[in-house]
């Protein structure tokens, strides 16, 4: 055996310059860096036939394009990008093929991409393109027109715009089916490499795959910055928790929701349950070979049709749109079970019995943009079945314990010291705010160290969402801290309320805030819709809720307010902050 001195020459020869050893260590050989991205070409080889995508296009035709296609395109555009050196780009767009193919196409050139909601302000959608230094945009035809200030502020900035068409080529094709051709061409002048010369498998886990905006209110959109790694995990949490890998067939995914959802919209900071979840969805529902069903917007008569006649299998929708769905006259009992992935708003029990009796099977998720949408879900254990159905559905309503690729949350006392973070009781009594802890959290806010601080604090990232921790760990959102009405010492939840409102057969949808009161300092106010073909006025509602309803005595709206809609977001979440100032009297707030 060599001595101490031997040794360490030996050791120190490694260091040396031109030293080669001859037996390199094979460290890392067993892992590669994740990206969703892969789940496209993947697809496309597995079953390369296979629907891939079902739409209507804008002028009328219906399309299907095989998995083989839809990797085509996204390839094409992905070799288009490269040629033209385009790092970060814009989508501005509805539902579409274009889309889809876009998400793939962006990230396979090693660009991030920036999707914006166009429900938002001209101003805001600006900003966002602005603060985010997009250097191309892909933006649908019919949303062209709120890009022509940012045109003449950007003329050096590209628009690669889609027609939606069924024509991949020819004269009523666009520039994004022209870009799609150019890339494709470009791949076989530079070798014919196909996919294995783009990035699919990126060199880089945590580098930036997109950055999704929340939308600003009271303060400017921030940009909540996505990786690989934690997009990959976040949508086989989809997989996994909302059961898109269908045992008995193809999964087919209707898309009733904006794609660009966590990829363009949520309140502002913290962050707010309107996120949402369909933004890892287009990697989900591809990564098990299923069909997307595009949607360019919400039509309850057409979604019932695609329900009964195509065999959908899943979709998501927040608990607006589900209510709405169900009181549509087209509603019946489907011969199949659909699973509904149902966020944005803290859903009701009695919504979630209306929509079993559909065979509308409620998949209960809750999570912020800042988690990639989902970060928990409500399990259905099988013991509840053994329930009474109030209680039952009940449960169902909670919002559950942490998705399986990310770690448990924590319920923790508000008003603590930044960063201290201590549990309050199990007891589904005690009030804290909900953090969330490991995989599916965001890296950080763009260009915003301090709120990438403030977001972080203790260690966990805040939701800013207050709930209770009942005994079995499962989580139940009451309210935002500002939506808490404080009546009489009192703390009455406006989620709590809405949900024993709408337990009246003549009541729709209600939307609650508060309002002064000389004596008990804030009361409850009520705004609701009615049922189709019933009639009611404000004051029968209050002598219901007095002497035939569940609601205690103080929680008792002291206005009930009967209004034709209420205010929502583009997920479908009544907007409380129009409600604040319709109480007010100022109805010209939308």
Known sequence: MSGPTSRLAALAS????GHKDKNPPLSGLHIHQLSPTFFLPRAAEIEPDAVAIYHVTANGHTIRRSYVDFADRARGLAYYLMKHGFKRVGILAPNTPAFLESIFGIAAAGAVHVAVNYRLKVEDVEYIFNFAEVDVIIVDEEFRHLLDHFKKEHPSIPFIIDTDTDANEGQISGPFDGAVLEGLKYDIETGSKGWAGLKAQCSNEDDTIAIPFTSG????????????????????????????????GRCKYLWTLPMFHAVGVSLPCPPDLEFLYNFSFPWSVTAVRGTHYCLRKIDYPLIWKMLKEEGITHF???????????????ATKLDQQVKVTVAASPPTAHLFEQMT??????????GLTETYGPVTKGY????WEELPLKEKYARMARQGHGFITGLPIRIVKPDQPEGVLIDVKKDGKEIGEIIMFGNINAKEYLKD????????????LHSGDLAVWHEDGSAQILDRAKDIIISGGENISSVALEAMLVQHPSVLEAGVVSVPDSHWGERPKAFITLQEGKSMKGEELIEWAKHE????????PREVEVVEQLPKTSTGKVKKNVLRAWAKGNYEET
Do not use: Q
């Open 357 to 366: 009796r559909l065979n509308l099977f409620p998949v209960h998720v809750y």
């Open 316 to 330: 998501n929708a927040a608990p607006t749109v589900n209510t709405l769905l169900c009181a549509d006259k087209n």
């Open 217 to 248: 209110t009271t303060a400017k959109p921030k940009g909540v910055v996505y990786t690989h790694r934690g997009a990959y995990l976040a949508a086989l949490g989809n997989v996994i928790e909302s059961g898109l890998n269908y045992s008995t």
């Open 380 to 383: 259905h254990m099988p013991v």
């Open 449 to 460: 160290p301090e709120a990438t601080r403030k977001l972080f604090a203790g260690g966990g």
């Open 549 to 556: 309803s569940s609601i205690s005595k103080f929680m008792v």
């Open 14 to 17: 490694h260091f040396l310059p």
